[in-house]
T-cell receptor
Framework: EPEVTQTPSHQVTQMGQEVILRCVPI?????FYWYRQILGQKVEFLVSFYNNEISEKSEIFDDQFSVERPDGSNFTLKIRSTKLEDSAMYFCASSERFMDEQYFGPGTRLTVT | AQSVTQLGSHVSVSEGALVLLRCNYSSSVPPYLFWYVQYPNQGLQLLLKYTSAATLVKGINGFEAEFKKSETSFHLTKPSAHMSDAAEYFCAVTWSGTYKYIFGTGTRLKVLA
């Protein structure tokens, strides 16, 4: 069964460093998303991406964040200068069509020290 | 504003007993509702979804949920718990015109032998 994959599973970085989280969505899906879950808190929406542009973003997704689909298979989330409060589990998701169910990857645990 | 509340962050049931996980939503527009399950070290897996068709929705692994507009609820049930059902369960809401899902805080289900 097709699935969303994410790498790495765990990333440790120092405050102020740039980090790129990678995702491979399901191959025929056209809509892509990033969510995050700070330990003990809710899963929160960050951004959605369609047709090579951001279609919606939350107030969390500020100028420190960017997303890109660098080729036909990968979808990345970049955090330019990480802060301690960026420590969280980051989930990538994809859907085939708008309003279809979203399929989630296993997550990348980001630890900022 | 749309939101989801899951009552009970931890629920314990005996093997073979009824599972009932509660989800109440708040939405000013017709909602689309989902239940996801997360097993340890895995991503969010879709259990079932409500998208304005039948109010009783059947999902995978014997789970079902009933949409009750009058009670603004979408509780998840399973007649007989298995040990393998032990996981964290998330309720989520979305609506027409947005890409994002809003998640509840999750309920961790423990199944006792």
């Amino acid at each position: 069964e097709p699935e969303v994959t994410q790498t790495p599973s765990h990333q440790v970085t120092q405050m102020g460093q740039e980090v790129i989280l990678r995702c491979v969505p399901i191959s025929n899906h056209l809509y892509f998303y990033w969510y995050r879950q700070i330990l003990g808190q809710k899963v929160e929406f960050l951004v959605s991406f369609y047709n090579n542009e951001i279609s919606e973003k939350s107030e969390i997704f500020d100028d420190q964040f960017s997303v890109e689909r660098p080729d036909g298979s990968n979808f990345t989330l970049k955090i330019r200068s990480t802060k301690l409060e960026d420590s969280a589990m980051y989930f990538c998701a994809s859907s085939e069509r708008f309003m279809d169910e979203q399929y989630f990857g296993p997550g990348t645990r980001l630890t900022v020290t | 504003a749309q939101s989801v509340t899951q009552l009970g962050s931890h629920v314990s049931v005996s093997e073979g007993a009824l599972v009932l996980l509660r989800c109440n939503y708040s939405s000013s527009v017709p909602p689309y509702l989902f239940w996801y399950v997360q097993y340890p070290n895995q991503g969010l897996q879709l259990l079932l979804k409500y998208t304005s068709a039948a109010t009783l929705v059947k999902g995978i692994n014997g789970f079902e949920a009933e949409f009750k507009k009058s009670e603004t609820s979408f509780h998840l049930t399973k007649p007989s718990a298995h040990m393998s059902d032990a996981a964290e369960y998330f309720c989520a809401v979305t609506w027409s015109g947005t890409y994002k899902y809003i998640f509840g805080t999750g309920t961790r289900l423990k199944v006792l032998a």
